[in-house]
């Protein structure tokens, strides 16, 4: 009996199964990016950051395949979207989707994989949500609104913000009242809901 041919096609099987589940990940990501909603209890949000649970399948993936097939399930997912054209930003909502996702899904992931337990899981969600909002303030300040701004006049952003936070002034406000509340909050709802659902799917992710 050749070993070597035996090994080879279980090499071969064991990629197929985790391509299927990334592949499943990222289609339900796709579909849950697709039903943002604003935050109705949080009024002080500007209307702009919605809010979907597109993280999820991301984190999950990067829990059961590693934080490469989180990354990849939050590219991919993204790249569906701007193909899709279901965000009217010119590519600018998916990258900063892209990025703060990544953000949040790879100190997460990375932790998780020294040690896979309950307790790990939480660090690295920690972990993860204040890499996320650190992220997603600077590059929202020096790269995303500023890009965002040749698409729609920056004042403009401002003053929509404003109409329904009266301490957004300008862009820098805007980043600390509206875009940190909006990731920390994001960031907490997410992490318990993967922790919720990560327990019962987990059995069916290591299969």
């Known amino acids: 009996m050749n070993t070597n041919k035996i090994g080879s096609r279980d090499n071969v099987s064991l990629k197929t199964k985790l391509l299927a589940k990334a592949a499943l990940l990222t289609i339900i990501a796709v579909v849950l990016q697709a039903l943002e909603f604003l ?53 600018v909502g998916e990258l900063a989707n892209f990025i703060v996702g990544s953000a949040l899904v790879i100190p997460t992931g ?56 009266p301490w957004i002034t300008d862009m820098k406000t805007l980043v600390i009242y509206g875009i940190i509340p909006f990731n920390i909050f994001k960031g907490v709802l997410i992490s318990i809901l993967t922790l919720l659902i990560y327990k019962r799917i987990s059995p069916i992710l290591h299969r």
């Open 39 to 91: 935050i109705p209890f949080l009024p002080f949000i500007p209307p702009f950051l919605k809010f979907e649970l597109s993280d999820i399948p991301a984190i999950l993936g990067a829990f059961a395949l590693g934080p490469a097939a989180g990354v990849a399930i939050e590219f991919v997912k993204n790249v569906i979207h701007f193909v899709l054209g279901l965000n009217p930003t010119g590519g």
């Open 110 to 165: 990375l932790i998780y994989q020294r040690h896979k337990s309950k307790k790990s899981a939480i660090v690295g969600l920690c972990v993860g949500i204040v890499t996320m909002v650190i992220v997603a303030a600077i590059f929202n300040y020096t790269v995303l609104l500023p890009f965002y701004g040749k698409i729609m006049p920056i004042q403009a952003i401002i003053d929509m913000s404003a109409a329904v936070n």
